[in-house]
């Protein structure tokens, strides 16, 4: 079984540009997640998917990051305009339906620095 | 707001030693207690508990759940250097949503 692919894994930007983050989950997962991780700390849910609508949104900046999953499969992360403080991993995950009991499967990671 | 704690922040010991590492919670419509494994990529599932008292056990890695007084123990036994990693806990509820500790960094020297 194919896992969650996410790209690009790396990318450093200047402050006040613009990145995109693409995620594919596991095929059948109808929930996806993009969760921000700084170093040093834990997973922080930015977005929760349940197939295209919107479950969760509470913690993203909302001035700044956007997110789409339009077909209800793979789904971008965009920060428009970047800032110092965005330079984290933005992980994607998915996770089956309610019945699973939670287990959520991680991509690789994108990695953001931010200069 | 939902919180996950984790104990103790970092760890150092020696190959052969056993670790006990502690995740406590406070979340509302509790459903689930997942560790997962941070080396430096993504995290990779471990467990998943959800009742109390019933030890989940994988080779030298086990783990307990207590819902009475809302924590969890993730026990490592004769650690290895591969062992080296981020140990995350995460609770989830019946909305569906995660919340994760910030970890526990466990350093196993030879």
């Known amino acids: 079984e194919a896992g969650v692919a996410q790209s690009p894994r790396y990318k450093i930007i200047e402050k006040r540009q613009s990145v995109a983050f693409w995620c594919n989950p596991i095929?059948?997962?109808?929930?996806l997640y993009w969760y921000q991780q700084i170093l040093g700390q834990g997973p922080k849910l930015l977005i929760q998917?349940?197939?295209?609508?919107?479950?969760?949104d509470s913690q993203l900046p909302k001035d700044r990051f956007s997110a789409e999953r339009l077909k209800g499969v793979d789904s971008t992360l965009k920060i428009q305009p970047a800032k110092l403080e965005d330079s984290a991993v933005y992980l994607c995950?998915?996770?089956?339906?309610?019945?699973?009991?939670?287990?959520?499967?991680f991509g690789e990671g994108s990695w953001l620095t931010v200069v | 707001e939902d919180k996950v704690v984790q104990s103790p922040l970092s760890l150092v010991v020696h190959e052969g030693d056993t670790v006990t590492l502690n995740c406590s919670y406070e979340?509302?419509?509790?459903?689930?207690l997942l560790w997962y494994k941070q080396e430096k990529k993504a995290p990779t599932f471990l467990f998943m508990l959800?009742?109390?008292?019933i030890e989940k056990k994988s080779g030298r890695l086990s783990s307990i759940l207590d819902k009475k007084e809302l924590f969890s123990i993730l026990n490592i036994t004769a650690t290895q250097t591969g062992d080296s990693a981020v140990y995350l806990c995460?609770?989830?509820?019946?909305?569906?949503?995660?919340?994760f500790g910030d970890g526990t960094t466990l350093t196993v020297k030879p």
């Open positions: 995950a998915s996770s089956s339906p309610q019945g699973a009991g939670n287990t959520i499967y």
């Open positions: 095929s059948g997962h109808a929930t």
């Open positions: 998917f349940q197939n295209n609508g919107v479950v969760d």
């Open positions: 979340v509302t419509n509790f459903r689930s």
């Open positions: 959800t009742s109390s008292g």
């Open positions: 995460a609770v989830g509820t019946n909305a569906g949503k995660s919340t």
